[in-house]
């Protein structure tokens, strides 16, 4: 369309016309390179963002799932011993059966206070 108004219309000032044979003649190639120069920047730094954030969520899912093995590792012989006693005739109201169920009880409570506090942490 702007080819059709410079050809057609003589009342465009030189200076369009001036700038218009530079954008056909390619000589605002510098221009360009410039442009695209600062844009690949701009995407660089922005990949880089990209990926130290998937890197922190990585970071924070393994560190999740290493926290939920160790307390279930911990648990193991708690739960161990409670079935054990409560299998082989005690009550519940003895002095091992009650620390056993009372560990069974207690390292989930930790493992879900240390992830809600994990979760209010990242939150801003």
Not at 80 to 107: K, V
Request: proline share 4%.
């Amino acid at each position: 369309m702007k080819i059709q108004e410079a050809v057609g219309n003589p009342d465009v000032n030189a200076a369009e016309n001036r700038d218009l044979l530079s954008a056909l003649a390619g000589s605002q190639a510098g221009r360009e390179r410039s442009v695209a120069h600062r844009t690949r920047r701009v995407v660089m730094a922005s990949y880089g963002v990209m990926q130290d954030q998937k890197a922190g969520r990585k970071r924070s899912r393994s560190l999740a799932l290493a926290s939920i093995l160790l307390i279930i590792l911990a648990m193991g012989p708690f739960v161990w011993r409670l079935t054990d006693d409560l299998i082989g005739g005690e009550h519940m109201a003895d002095l091992p059966a009650q620390i056993s169920c009372l560990g069974c009880f207690f390292l989930p409570a930790l493992l879900a206070a240390a992830l809600v506090a994990g979760w209010m942490r990242q939150k801003p």
